[in-house]
């Protein structure tokens, strides 16, 4: 709970020094930062950077990603697959011997 409540803070704290370096820059409004960074909006706990620090996903690590949700699909796909048959077929055996 601790680590929460630090990371909240901090979290909170850099949201503030961003919205006070994009509204001195001029740039509240407009470029690739959040139009909604004002007092009104102190909730927000992560403010997008602006589009100069853009930081991309290499097709590598895409591709790794990718395959090993695939993967993980698979493994759940066949067991839930077995688990129906079994429900079905526990449920199919009660109606017959009903």
Known sequence: ME???KLISKASKEYESASR???ESGRGG???GLSALSSEHSGVLVARVPRENVQAV???TCSKLCAV???AGVVVGYTL???VRRWASKLLRRLKDD
Request: aromatic residues 12%; without cysteine.
């Open 58 to 60: 290499s097709l590598w």
């Open 3 to 5: 680590g929460l409540q």
């Open 69 to 71: 949700v695939f993967v």
């Open 30 to 32: 407009g470029g690739g």
């Open 21 to 23: 370096s994009l509204s």
């Open 81 to 83: 697959k077995k688990r």
